[in-house]
Each structure stands twice: as C-alpha cells, then as structure tokens.
C-alpha cells in the first residue's frame, strides 16, 4: 500500500521557519518524482516546489522561490521542505504527492497545517 505521511508543520511567527517531512513507503521511492502542494483556506490547491526521481532536479512557485528548499533522501524514503522567511500568505495545509512507476501513479498524503501569524 502506498502510503505518504506529512510531519514537521505547526503555528510560527513571520520571519520563522519549519521544515516538513514526507516520509513515503510501500513503493519504488527513487523511481517517483515528489511534490509539495498547498491550499488555504478557500483558495484552490497549488503547487509549491518538486524534485525529480532521476537527476534531483528541482522546480519551486515564484512566491516561495529564494525562502523554500526541497530535498530528498532516498536512503530514507523521505522527502523534505524546508521553509524559511515565512510569511502569514503561506498559511495552509501542505501535501506531499508522489508521481511515477508504471503505469503512472499518483499518491497524496493527507496533509499537515502551516499556520504562520503576522
């Protein structure tokens, strides 16, 4: 069973810093491309950073580009994003999404809360 599970949000002040976790099992994790998504609350969910399965390539949002970092170990089936300079816009619940194999699959986790006060 593919699995995803989210960790490391909570409540920062502006300026702060967290770093999430997506720890991953039940798959290939190496073969999978890893994202990180958010949604606030009555926003549409939206890309914030990934990295790829084959090279680590990376690709972030321009509104988190400089302040966030995405990073993997395969050795631990985990993916990581580390957020610093936050701001209360990048209050949400952030998912982690695993996409590749084939045929293709797509697995979400079922988020953590970002909560950043001004």
């Known amino acids: 069973e593919v699995q995803l599970v989210e960790s490391g949000g909570g409540l920062v002040q502006a300026g702060g810093s967290l770093r999430l976790s997506c720890a991953a099992s039940g798959f290939t994790f190496d073969d999978y491309a890893i994202g990180w998504f958010r949604q606030a609350p009555g926003k549409e969910r939206e890309g914030v950073s990934c990295?790829?399965?084959?090279?680590?390539?990376?690709n972030y949002a321009d509104s988190v580009k400089g302040r966030f970092t995405i990073s993997r170990d395969n050795a631990k089936n985990t993916v990581y994003l580390q957020m610093n300079s936050l701001k209360p816009e990048d209050t949400a619940v952030y998912y982690c999404?695993?996409?590749?194999?084939?045929?293709?699959?797509?697995?979400w986790g079922q988020g953590t809360q970002v909560t950043v006060s001004s």
């Open positions: 990295i790829s399965s084959s090279d680590g390539s990376t």
């Open positions: 999404n695993a996409y590749g194999g084939w045929p293709p699959q797509e697995s």
